[in-house]
């Protein structure tokens, strides 16, 4: 089974990027960010005429998660338990999404769905901004949410096979960061308190894709030719439960999106899984080869 991540930054224009890799890839399902766009403006029919559902959280022309599917797609869940807002506060407005428990209005960052015995989120972990930003505290609140969300998941059920998929805006070591303009502890994506807060995520979940993959970034900035020069980030990622990383079989992070016309500024992240090994059933056959 492949599964795969990827920031796509605005669906509406490159939606037939986005399904022409996943046709050519044979790709299971996709956890995709920055859709950019409300559910009804979401170019739907491209990926169900390749054969794919969709479940789409997009509240406006920013942010949004969405997931693509052959398979039927359950549980799915718009946010999860005490994740905060950002922004003006909401009272006395009519609140489009709610508002968090700091009374701030939800930002459409996190989806999830139950695939087979999969439980899989798509993410969007706030940017940051600036150390001294509210955005920034936005960002470690966020992520403390999340992982007191993932800890108790486990600890209901341990053997739950759980991935944690999306943008990060995590550099989790310097290895990861190849852009100069970021300088460790001192700016956003590589600061001590976001790669503390990466960290404290384990041994709940961890990368599937780095044992197989050590090397390799996930982000250019359209600025200053980074893509040529190389100077690109590892912030892209797919965080797995030791039930969904024991069932790993292989991983890539595919460069070549990020080449061509009009590319995002990520590239996909994917791995293949076999349900077997955690006792999950599907009917196609899942010992492909990774093709890119």
Known sequence: MRIATWNVNSIRTRYGRVVDWLVRNDVDVLAMQEIKCKPEQFPVEAFEQAGYQLEIHGLNQWNGVAFASKHEMTEVSRGFDAMPGFGKPIKGQEAVQGEGPNGL???????????????????????????????????LAWLEALRTNTEAWLAEDPELPLALMGDWNIAPFDADMGDPSFTPGVSTHVSAEERAMFASFAPSVSDVVRPIVPEGYTFWDYKAGRFPKNEGMRIDFIMGSEAFADAVTGASIDRDERKGDAPSDHVPVVCDVDPSLFGGTFEDEYDRPMVF
Do not use: I, M
């Open 105 to 139: 209005p939800l930002e459409a960052r996190a989806l999830g769905v139950t695939v087979g015995d999969l439980r899989l989120w798509s993410l969007y972990v706030p940017n940051g901004r600036g150390l001294e930003d509210p955005h920034f505290s936005y960002k």
